[in-house]
C-alpha cells in the first residue's frame, strides 16, 4: 500500500540492501545440517520475507522475483543443477566385509552417504581399516558391491532432488488459482453491470432504517459479498453506501465512527467463509491439497461461516456499545435499477449458477476449481466480458498468491522448511498451546504484513511439523491450516493491515486509534474463538 | 495530510480578488500546493518551474482579463500544450462575451465557467470536483486523495477501476 510516484523512502532503501544481502547470507553462516538447496532456498526465503516487509518493490513483484529465482536457482533445467548428477561408484570388494573406497567419500565422522533413490542418501557409519592415498579401506556391514557411494559428500544434489522449472511456473495454473480466477472474473462482470450495488440494495432493504439494525444489515450484506467478491472492491462499494447516510448525521456525533468501521470489519471477516473469499484461503488450501488434505469449497464454508457469524456478531455488539447510535431512524437510499439487458441476465445466471455448484460440492463432487471455468469460459463467450475487462482483472494477486504457492513448494522441497522447525521441541508444546502461538502470531504478523504474506511465510512451517511429524498423533494439518488462513483475515487493528482498513482510513472519518481500539479487541476475541473451534467444533466437522 | 505534487494554479490581476480566490480553497492547500500568477506571462512561467520540478498541474483557475492578454487565449495554450493538457480548467469571469465563453467551451475544452461575483462554497465545490477527476483520471494510488475529495465517487472509481487491490 504505497504510492508509485517518487524516489524510495529510507526504509525501502533499507529493505532493498536488506534483502540482497539475505539471499548470500545463507552461505556465509554454518547452517549445520541445511543441504545446499536448503541454503538457496533459505535466501530466497529471507529476501522475500524483506522485502515483503520493507516493500521496496510492490508485493506482487517480489512474488514474481522469488518464481524467477526459483527456477534459476532450484529448478532441475537451471544452471545450477543442468547437466549434473550425483557423483557416485561402487565400493570394491577386498575381502568380507572390507571395500575399498575413494578416499573423498569418507566424511570427518567416519560415515559414507549412499544414495538410496534420487534426492535421498543415508549415512553408513564404517570402520577406518587403511588410508591409502586416493583410497580408503574401511570395513562394513552395512555396505554391499552394489552401493552407490557419494564420492563427494559436499555436492549440491546430495539430499535434493530438484523439481522441474514447470513446477513453479505451473502454479499460476494451480487449480486453487483458477477457482480465484472464476471468482475475480465474476466479480468483474458483477461490478460491471451492477450487480454487487442491487443485491445491496436488495438485501439491505428488510433491515429498516433503525440505525443499529442498519449497521446489522450494513455488515451482513458486505460480509456476504466479500465471501465472494474481493474484500477491497466490496469495501470501496459500501463506503459509496455509508457516506450519503454518514452526511445525515450531526458532525460530532460519534455513531458515524461505529458506521464507517463495521463496512472494513465485514469486508475482512467476511473474506474468510469462502475459499474464494481472500487470497489467504488460497495459499492454505493450496499447501493443504498438496500433502493430501484438500477441501471441498462445501466443508470450508462448513468449517468457516459459523466462526464468520459468531465474529460478526459480535463486532456488532462492540460497534454499537463504543459508538451508541444517536438518532431514530436513517434515510437509506441507494440510487441504481436492476440492469435487465440480455448480457446482465446472463450474467446473473451464470453468477447463481457458479455459486450454486461451488457450494454443493460436497452433493455432486465436481471440484471448485473445474466449476470455475464455467464463468471463465462463459463470460468471454457471452462477450460479457470484453478484452478490456479482461485486462482489468487483479493479475497482480493471482500472481501474489502463485508466488505464495511457489516459495512454500520450494521451502519444502529442500529441505528449508523442516531444519527451520528443527532445533525447537515442538512437541512439548503441546497441540492446544500450538494452535494459540499459530494464532497469535498470524494475527500479530497479520496486522502489519499482508495477509497473504502472512500466510506464505506460516504454512511451510504448519506442514513441516505434519512431514516430520514432531508434534506427534495429536497433531491435525487441516484444523492448523485453517487457523492460519482465519487468523491472517482477523488482523485488522491498523490502517495498513488490509487494504479495507485503509479504504476506510482514507475516507477521514475514523481515527487511528478508533481502528486500532476495535481491531485489538477483535483480534483477541478472534484467537479465543480460533482455539475454541479447533478444540471443540471443528474437530466434529473434518475427518 | 501529505501533500502532494499536484498543484493548483490561480492566475488573477487583481491582487485582492486573486487573495479571495486563494482563501477560499485554503482547505484544499494542505494536499494540493496553490501557486499564483498575476499575468500570463507569469503564469506560463510558474508552469515551466512546475514542470521542471516533475511537479503536476491538477487545476487552474484563471481570470478572463488579463493584463495584456486575454485569459480564454491562455486556457487555449494550455488545452494544446501535452503537460497542462490533463489540468483542469475554470474561468473566473466578470463579463466574458458569448464569443470568448464559446471560444473557451469550444478550443480551451473549459471544465468550468464561474461568473463573478461567487461564494466560497462555490468555488470550493467546483475545485473539488475538478481535483476528483483530475486524480481518477491521472493518479494511480487515488486512496490518498479521498479524505480531502469527493470521497464518494473516488471509493466508486476504486470498486469499477480496482486500483486498489486484496493482498
Known amino acids: 500500500m504505497k504510492s508509485g510516484s517518487g524516489g524510495m523512502t529510507p526504509t525501502q532503501i533499507t529493505g532493498l540492501f536488506l534483502g540482497i544481502f539475505g539471499l548470500v547470507v545463507p552461505f556465509l553462516l554454518p547452517l549445520g545440517t541445511l543441504s545446499f538447496a536448503g541454503q538457496i532456498g533459505l535466501g530466497i526465503f529471507i529476501m522475500a520475507a524483506i522485502f515483503w516487509m520493507f516493500e521496496p518493490i510492490p508485493i506482487y513483484a517480489t512474488s514474481m522475483l522469488v518464481i524467477f529465482l526459483q527456477i534459476l536457482l532450484l529448478s532441475a533445467q537451471g544452471p545450477m543443477y543442468m547437466d549434473t548428477s550425483l557423483p557416485v561408484s561402487e565400493p570394491v570388494e577386498l575381502q568380507e566385509q572390507t571395500w575399498q573406497i575413494p578416499s573423498s567419500a569418507l566424511r570427518d565422522d567416519n560415515t559414507l552417504l549412499v544414495a538410496v533413490e534420487e534426492g535421498e542418501t543415508e549415512a553408513i557409519p564404517v570402520r577406518v581399516v587403511e588410508r591409502n592415498g586416493q583410497h580408503v579401506i574401511v570395513s562394513s556391514e552395512e555396505l554391499s558391491a552394489d552401493s552407490a557411494i557419494v564420492t563427494d559428500p559436499g555436492h549440491r544434489l546430495v539430499d535434493y532432488k530438484p523439481n522441474s522449472y514447470t513446477d513453479y511456473l505451473g502454479t499460476l495454473a494451480n487449480p486453487i488459482i483458477i477457482l480465484f480466477l472464476g471468482g475475480f472474473m465474476l466479480a468483474e462482470a458483477s461490478v460491471k453491470y451492477n450487480l454487487d450495488k442491487n443485491l445491496t440494495r436488495y438485501l439491505l432493504s428488510p433491515f429498516g432504517s433503525k440505525p443499529r439494525f442498519i449497521i446489522l444489515g450494513l455488515m451482513l450484506v458486505t460480509a456476504v459479498l466479500s465471501a465472494f467478491m474481493s474484500n477491497t472492491a466490496t469495501a470501496a462499494m459500501m463506503v459509496t453506501v455509508i457516506l450519503p447516510i454518514i452526511g445525515q448525521l450531526e458532525p460530532g456525533d460519534r455513531f458515524k465512527f461505529g458506521l464507517a468501521l463495521s463496512i472494513p470489519i465485514a469486508a475482512n471477516v467476511g473474506g474468510i467463509t469462502t475459499p474464494i473469499g481472500t487470497p489467504p484461503n488460497a495459499i492454505v488450501i493450496a499447501a493443504l491439497t498438496e500433502y493430501g488434505k484438500s477441501i471441498s469449497f462445501t466443508d470450508w464454508i462448513i468449517v468457516a461461516a459459523p466462526l464468520v457469524i459468531v465474529m460478526l456478531l459480535f463486532a456488532w455488539w462492540l460497534l454499537l456499545t463504543f459508538f451508541p447510535p444517536s438518532t431514530e431512524r436513517f434515510n437509506l437510499d441507494i440510487k441504481g435499477k436492476l440492469n435487465l439487458s440480455p448480457k446482465a441476465i446472463g450474467l446473473y445466471v451464470i453468477f447463481g449458477a457458479t455459486v450454486l455448484l461451488w457450494i454443493t460440492e460436497n452433493q455432486h463432487g465436481i471440484p471448485s476449481s473445474m466449476v470455475a471455468f464455467l464463468p471463465v469460459a462463459a463470460l468471454v463467450t457471452g462477450s460479457i466480458l470484453s478484452k478490456s475487462d479482461i485486462r482489468n482483472l487483479p493479475w497482480d494477486v493471482l500472481w501474489l498468491m502463485a508466488g505464495g504457492i511457489s516459495l512454500g513448494i520450494g521451502m519444502e522441497k529442500t529441505g528449508l522448511a523442516v531444519w527451520m522447525i528443527s532445533g525447537f521441541d515442538w512437541g512439548a508444546m503441546g497441540y492446544v498451546m500450538l494452535i494459540l502461538v499459530f494464532g497469535l502470531v498470524a494475527v500479530a504478523m497479520s496486522n502489519f504484513l499482508s495477509n497473504t504474506v502472512t500466510a506464505t511465510l506460516l504454512m511451510p512451517l504448519v506442514i513441516s511439523l505434519h512431514t516430520s511429524g514432531v508434534m506427534g498423533e495429536s497433531f491435525n494439518l487441516l484444523i492448523t491450516g485453517i487457523v492460519i488462513a482465519v487468523a491472517c483475515s482477523l488482523a485488522m487493528a491498523l490502517p495498513i493491515s488490509t487494504p479495507p482498513n485503509a479504504i476506510a482510513m482514507s475516507t477521514g472519518i475514523i481515527r487511528t486509534k478508533d481502528m486500532a481500539k476495535v481491531g485489538v479487541v477483535i483480534g483477541i476475541v478472534g484467537i479465543m474463538l480460533i482455539l475454541a473451534y479447533s478444540v471443540f467444533y471443528w474437530p466434529l466437522v473434518t475427518n | ?167
Open chain 2, 1 to 167: 495530510m501529505e501533500r502532494s505534487d499536484i498543484y493548483i494554479l490561480c492566475i488573477e490581476d487583481e491582487q485582492e480578488v486573486l487573495d479571495a480566490v486563494v482563501r477560499d480553497i485554503e482547505k484544499l492547500e494542505e494536499q494540493f500546493p496553490i501557486e499564483t500568477a498575476n499575468s500570463a506571462e507569469e503564469a506560463r512561467e510558474v508552469i515551466q518551474k512546475l514542470l521542471e520540478d516533475g511537479k503536476k498541474i491538477g487545476l487552474i483557475l484563471c481570470d478572463h482579463i488579463l493584463p495584456g492578454e486575454n485569459g480564454v487565449e491562455l486556457l487555449i495554450e494550455l488545452q494544446k500544450s501535452d503537460d497542462t493538457y490533463p489540468a483542469k480548467k475554470v474561468l473566473l469571469t466578470g463579463q466574458a462575451g458569448l464569443d470568448d465563453t464559446v471560444k473557451a467551451l469550444n478550443e480551451a475544452r473549459l471544465h468550468h465557467y464561474i461568473p463573478k461575483p461567487w461564494t466560497r462554497e462555490e468555488l470550493q465545490k467546483v475545485a473539488i470536483d475538478l481535483l476528483t477527476d483530475y486524480v481518477i483520471e491521472q493518479e494511480e494510488n487515488i486512496l490518498p486523495y479521498m479524505g480531502t475529495l469527493d470521497a464518494e465517487k473516488i471509493s466508486e472509481s476504486i470498486r469499477t477501476r480496482r486500483s486498489v487491490s486484496d493482498e
